[in-house]
C-alpha cells in the first residue's frame, strides 16, 4: 500500500510523535518519539534516524550493471528546506521544530544520495547541494537525479525526481511505502525507482536493460481483483515499475502483463491466463451510504504474516475522500502495506470500492502536534472502476439482489477473486 493521497514528502514513511514540552517560558521545546522510542533531544532523534540509515546502506550491494554516464545528485540547502520544514512544523513550538525538521530532512535527503552512490547506480556520480532545486541546471551531466522542493498554494511540498540531458521530461522517483523506512530494502526500493526513470527516459546500460528489469531490487506487493476471465483489476501504484507481474491466487502463481494504466485515478489492469476460480460483482457506489458495515480483503505484509489472504472489518466513514474527493470513500477497516488494489466488499460480499491508500500518520502527526489518526483508510469508488473497465472494453458482474451474508461466508467468496500481485 502507499499513501497516493497523503505521500509524505518529508521521504521517510515512518512514525513520528511529537509533543509540545517547555522547558522554560522563553524557550519552548518539544520531544520525539520514533515508532514508540522516545528521545531525550530531536537532535538525538535524527543521529539515531541517521545510524539506521547508515547501516542499511551498509547492505547494500554494487549494481552489476549500472547507467552509462555521468549523474550529479543535487540537494537543497538549508535555506530551500527552510519553508519546506516550516509547513511541517508550523504547529510546534519555533523556530525549535523548523530547526529539528531542517536538520533531518537534510540528513534523509543525503543518505539516500549516498544510497545512490553506494550502489553505484550510475557509471559516475557527484552529490551537490544549492538553493534552486525547482528547476536546477545540469551542467554537462547525463542524468540528474534532485530533491525538488515547490509550493502548492502555500504549503511546500518535496519529491524526488529524475532527468536526461536533452530531454524537457522529468519521471519521479519514490520509496517503496510497503518497505520498512531505513530498512536496505527501503533504499532499494528508491534505487530501483530511479533506475527504472532513467530507463523509461531512454538511459543505456552494458548488459542492455529495458524498462520494468532494472536488477539488484526487490518490487512492491499489492493485491488484486478478479474481473473476468481474463483481467485482474490493481492500484497502478502497485505496478508501476514492471511490464509484467506476478500473480498468485492461494494456489498458483502465473506471469501477468500489464495491459492499462490510470495514473491519475490509481487504477491498472493486468492479463491473465490461468482460468479463475470466480470473478467479482461490482454494486454501484451511488447507493452506499456512510455507516454501512464492510469487509477488506488481501494479502498484506507479505513476507511478515501468513501468505493465506487477510480479512479485516468496518464501516463506510465518510462518502468522500481528503479535500472532498468525491472519487473516493473513506473507510475504518485496518489495512497494510499490501492491501492495496484489493477489494472493500459490502455484506453481500460486493465490491463497492478499491482499497488505495491510508492517511499518512507522519503528516498528521506533524500538522496537528502528535495527534495520531486511526482507522482513517480510502478506496477508490466503484463509479471511477468502472468508468475505467468501460474504456477498456472489459466486461464485469453488476451486483444483483441483495443478500446479507456473514463475514465468513464473504470471505469464502472473496476468495475466489482475490488474489495478490507481486511487481517484479
Known amino acids: 500500500m502507499t499513501s497516493r493521497l497523503w505521500a509524505a514528502t518529508i521521504a521517510a514513511p ?14 519552548p521545546r518539544f520531544t520525539v518519539s520514533i515508532d514508540g522510542v522516545p528521545y531525550p533531544t530531536p537532535e538525538a532523534a535524527t543521529a539515531a534516524r541517521q545510524s539506521s540509515a ?8 554494487a549494481e552489476g550493471d ?22 511541517r512544523s508550523r504547529t510546534l513550538p519555533q523556530p525549535a521544530a523548523t530547526d529539528f525538521f531542517i536538520s533531518d530532512n537534510q540528513m534523509l535527503e543525503r543518505e539516500t544520495a549516498n544510497a545512490l552512490m553506494k550502489n553505484r547506480t550510475f557509471e559516475t556520480a557527484l552529490v551537490h ?16 537525479v534532485w530533491f525538488q522542493v515547490f509550493p502548492i498554494g502555500t504549503v511546500w511540498n518535496g519529491r524526488w525526481m529524475v532527468r536526461r540531458a536533452g ?14 523506512a531505513f530498512s536496505a530494502d527501503w533504499y532499494e526500493s528508491f534505487i530501483k525507482s530511479v533506475r527504472e526513470a532513467a530507463l523509461r527516459l531512454g538511459a543505456k546500460t552494458a548488459q542492455g536493460a529495458k524498462p520494468g528489469t532494472a536488477t539488484a531490487v526487490h518490487g512492491g506487493t499489492g493485491s488484486g481483483i478478479i474481473v473476468d476471465a481474463e483481467h485482474v483489476l490493481t492500484n497502478n501504484h502497485v505496478v508501476a515499475a514492471c511490464q509484467t507481474a506476478k500473480v ?37 457506489s451511488s447507493g452506499v451510504r456512510a455507516g454501512e458495515t464492510i469487509v477488506v480483503t488481501g494479502f498484506p505484509l507479505n513476507g511478515l504474516v501468513s501468505s493465506e489472504m487477510a480479512i479485516t472489518t468496518g464501516s463506510v466513514t465518510a462518502l468522500k475522500g481528503p479535500k472532498d474527493d468525491s472519487r473516493i470513500l473513506q473507510i475504518s477497516a485496518p489495512i497494510q502495506p499490501g492491501n492495496s488494489g484489493g477489494p472493500a466488499l459490502d455484506t453481500d460480499g460486493d ?16 500538522a496537528t502536534g502528535g495527534v495520531i489518526p486511526q482507522g482513517v483508510n480510502f478506496a477508490i469508488k466503484t463509479g471511477i472502476v468502472e468508468e475505467f473497465l468501460d474504456a477498456n ?25 482475490t488474489v495478490r500481485v507481486d511487481c517484479h
Do not use: W
Open 66 to 87: 549500472p547507467i552509462l554516464g555521468h549523474a550529479v545528485i543535487v540537494l537543497p540547502d538549508r535555506d530551500r528546506l527552510r519553508p519546506f520544514a516550516f509547513s
Open 351 to 366: 465490491v463497492i470500492g478499491v482499497v488505495s491508500s491510508t492517511l499518512n500518520s507522519l503528516f498528521v502527526g506533524i
Open 14 to 27: 515512518l512514525l513520528l510523535l511529537t509533543s509540545c514540552q517547555p522547558v522554560n517560558r522563553a524557550q
Open 393 to 417: 472494453r472489459v466486461h464485469y458482474e453488476k451486483a444483483g439482489a441483495r443478500h446479507e451474508m456473514s463475514t465468513p461466508d464473504i470471505a469464502d467468496k472473496a476468495r475466489k477473486f
Open 129 to 144: 547541494e544549492q538553493n534552486d532545486v525547482l528547476n536546477p541546471d545540469m551542467g554537462a551531466a547525463d542524468y540528474m
Open 167 to 180: 530531454s524537457t521530461a522529468s519521471l519521479p522517483a519514490v520509496f517503496d511505502p510497503g518497505k520498512k
Open 54 to 61: 547508515e547501516t542499511a546502506i551498509a547492505q547494500l550491494p
Open 248 to 284: 498468485f491466487d492461494g494456489a498458483m502463481t502465473s506471469d501477468a502483463p500489464v495491459v492499462a494504466r490510470d495514473a491519475s485515478n490509481d487504477l491498472a489492469l493486468i492479463k491473465i491466463s490461468a482460468h479463475p476460480r470466480g470473478t467479482a460483482a461490482f454494486r454501484d
